[in-house]
Structure formats: structure tokens, C-alpha cells
Nanobody
């Protein structure tokens, strides 16, 4: 399994970014996908999650109304559209999924993409 994030960068407050996560090595269309973030000195937190078919989404309260998670199962890619960015959104953003295996499950993480919101 490989998860590769891209799209991070430096943006001014109020700006937008679109993160992408390209997945491979598993049947992408059958698994929920998640975005997490970790700011310096803080614990990793869930930002958004999307069901396998893309019909159900959930968001952390801190990003509701500003961030949108989506997926394209034909491209094995999940996205995070981030609008109205705030300095407190600065963090390393990770793509995540949990796949099933005999007798248990595996948790997979990408390498992360840095988002910095600053003027």
C-alpha cells in the first residue's frame, strides 16, 4: 500500500489549497479514506473522512464549512479542498486508510504534505 500526498504549500490567511492523495496497492474503491493533520507540539487529529463510495463524509468541527473531502475512485485519489484558511490550520497533513486482513487490519499513512498559513 502506498499513499502519496501533494498540494501543500504556503498560503495567506483566507486563501485556498487543494490537497491530493494518490493511493495504490489496495482496492481503493472499497475503503474509507481519511485526512489527518498534526501541528507542531500537538497530537495528530482527524480532519475529514469519506466513505468508500463517497456518499458519506464527516469533518472535525474546526474545519466544517471550510474544508471539503472528495474522492475519484477511477483515479484512486482522495482530495481535500481547503478554503478560508486560517493560521491555526498550519500543520502537516496526512492521508490515511485502514485495510482489512485475515485476523485484523492494517493502518496506512502517507508521508504528509506541509500546509503553512501565514501572511
Amino acid at each position: 500500500v502506498q499513499l502519496v500526498e501533494s498540494g501543500g504549500g504556503l498560503v495567506q490567511p483566507g486563501g485556498s489549497l487543494r490537497l491530493s492523495c494518490a493511493a495504490s496497492g489496495f482496492t481503493f474503491s472499497t475503503y474509507n479514506m481519511n485526512w489527518y493533520r498534526q501541528a507542531p507540539g500537538k497530537e495528530r487529529e482527524m480532519v475529514a473522512t469519506i466513505s468508500s463510495a463517497g456518499t458519506s463524509t464527516n469533518y472535525a468541527d474546526s474545519v466544517k464549512g471550510r474544508f471539503t473531502i472528495s474522492r475519484d475512485n477511477s483515479k484512486n485519489t482522495v482530495y481535500l479542498q481547503m478554503n478560508s484558511l486560517k493560521p491555526e490550520d498550519t500543520a502537516l497533513y496526512y492521508c490515511n486508510t485502514v485495510t482489512l486482513k485475515t485476523g485484523g487490519f492494517d493502518v496506512w499513512w502517507g508521508q504528509g504534505t506541509q500546509v503553512t498559513v501565514s501572511s
